[in-house]
């Protein structure tokens, strides 16, 4: 196993015709560029997770076995998260729900970052509300995050940003961030592990 951070970009938005691929391509482009960091971009709407998760201390079963273990043991690598998540009705996705409320230790005293869009909220409303819904899981959010308003008039028809000083900014300042956490909690979680 490599000695990079490894930081698990989860893509929340799963309808058709959505456009989060589009800030997912630009997002993962900026952070492949920290050499320091290993990625692993984690796409619900590919991994098909069943909006059914089992009851506590028990385990799923056949085909639901394997697609959740699989998602399982992503997150359980990785030292922190990137959400990238959209706005709907003032909110986030029931699909990062779903995703959250399926696992409890892989969140654990790891932290989390978020790149939200929008209409005019920029998505700002979605990452309110999963801030402490990450506490409830033990895990920490990060102060700095991306909020692409109007998120259509910020990338062009090839899905570069039309304001690239600004939105890579933001990135790079998230980016920062969510290392100087992850490397703290990590190194906090093997001095003392993280019990509950
Ligand atoms: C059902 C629905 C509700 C939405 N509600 C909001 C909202 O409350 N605030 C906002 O800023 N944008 C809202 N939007 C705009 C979306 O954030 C925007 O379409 C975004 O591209 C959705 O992400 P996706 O295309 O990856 O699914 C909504 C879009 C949909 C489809």
New binding site residues.
Partial sequence: MSDKLRIAVIIG?V?E????PV?ARWFLEQIREHADLEVDAIDLAEVGLPMAFPAFGTKPTGETAAVADAVRERLAAADAFVVIT??????Y?ASLKNLIDWHNVEWHAKPVAFVS???????M?SVEHLRPVFAEVHATTIRDAVSLHN??SLFDEDGAPTDPEGSNGAAKLMIERLKWWAEALQEARVKSPYTV
Avoid: C, M
């Avoid at 959209?86 to 909110?91: A, L, V």
């Avoid at 869009?117 to 920029?122: A, K, N, Q, R, V």
């Fill in positions: 938005s309808r015709g959505r456009f989060g800030v959209p706005e709907y009705n003032h909110s996705p869009y929008g209409g005019l909220s920029g998505g409303r998120v259509w």
